[in-house]
Each structure stands twice: as structure tokens, then as C-alpha cells.
């Protein structure tokens, strides 16, 4: 899915909305380590609309600038509670690559999941008909999550 992702980007100018994030839980680390791919454009749409900012542009302005932006956009669009509790993410970075930026980001201190929920309501507000794909796995069980506009939350439960 990822790689007919990036050959959308390249190659068609997009009329579908969507991001693409795969998830996985290291209970070695006590991490959920996650990596989310969405259209360039789209992201920085959604961010000058959110900042008001008439110059930002993702691709050439101050690297710092640029990541506080998407860190500020995710931690205020992606919310984890797990097991009852609220975690924050810890925004590692990005990257561009063929069209998409690439967000890496982790929540720390994860040492069992028993219930998850996921709110990803990125790009929702931009675009009516933006749809987040979300891959999770844990302990070799892989989940498909699609969240649609509006609906940008679902749980999981593990079972022991």
C-alpha cells in the first residue's frame, strides 16, 4: 500500500485524501514506534489553514520551523489512551520521500496493552473526504484501521 502510495504522489495530481500509518508495539522497548505517510501537499495545506502562515513551505523552509510545524500538527491531531491512560507522542522527525512526508514518531512507556484507542483526525478538517489507514501490529497480529471523516476514532482490545 505504501509503495502504490508513492507512486500515486509522483506520478497523478491526487483527488483522494488519505494518510497511511503503521504502528508497532516493542514491548522490549515499552514503545509503540510509529511512521505516518501523508501527501506533502495535503499536510502543508493543513498546516498554513491551521497557522495562518502564507510563506510556509514544506519542502524549503528552515528544517527546525518545518518540524515544529508537524510536531504541533500531530500532537494536536493523534491522541493514544491506552489502558484508561492518556499518552503523548514523541515526535522523532520526517522525512520526504516521493511525494510524501514521512512523520516518525513513538509513545514511550507502553508495558502491556490491554485497550487502545487510536484518534487520528489528521487532514480531517482540510479535506471532507480525507481517510487515515492505520496498520497496527502487536505480538505478530497485524490490525487494519480506517478511520473516515468524521469518524477519526477506534479501539482496540487485546486479549491477554
Do not use: W
Not at 7 to 14: D, G, K
Not at 85 to 104: Q, V, W
Amino acid at each position: 500500500m505504501i509503495k502504490i502510495l508513492s507512486f500515486l504522489a509522483i506520478f497523478f495530481p491526487h483527488e483522494f485524501y488519505v494518510s497511511v500509518s503503521y504502528m508497532e508495539f516493542d514491548p522490549k522497548r515499552k514503545a509503540i514506534e510509529v511512521q505516518k505517510k501523508i501527501f506533502f501537499d495535503d499536510l502543508e495545506l493543513a498546516i498554513k489553514k491551521k497557522n495562518q502562515l502564507t510563506n510556509f513551505d514544506i519542502l524549503n523552509s528552515n528544517k527546525e520551523i518545518v518540524n515544529q510545524n508537524i510536531k504541533n500538527y500531530l500532537q494536536e491531531n493523534i491522541d493514544f489512551i491506552i489502558n484508561g491512560k492518556p499518552l503523548d507522542i514523541n515526535y522523532l522527525g520526517h522525512e520526504y520521500i516521493n511525494g510524501t512526508i514521512n512523520c516518525y514518531f513513538e509513545i514511550l512507556k507502553v508495558k502491556k496493552i490491554k485497550k487502545l484507542i487510536i484518534k487520528d483526525s489528521s487532514l480531517f478538517a482540510s479535506f471532507k473526504d480525507q481517510e487515515n489507514l492505520i496498520y497496527f501490529e502487536t505480538l505478530n497480529d497485524l490490525q487494519t484501521i480506517r478511520l473516515k471523516n468524521p469518524n477519526d476514532t477506534h479501539e482496540i482490545i487485546i486479549p491477554n
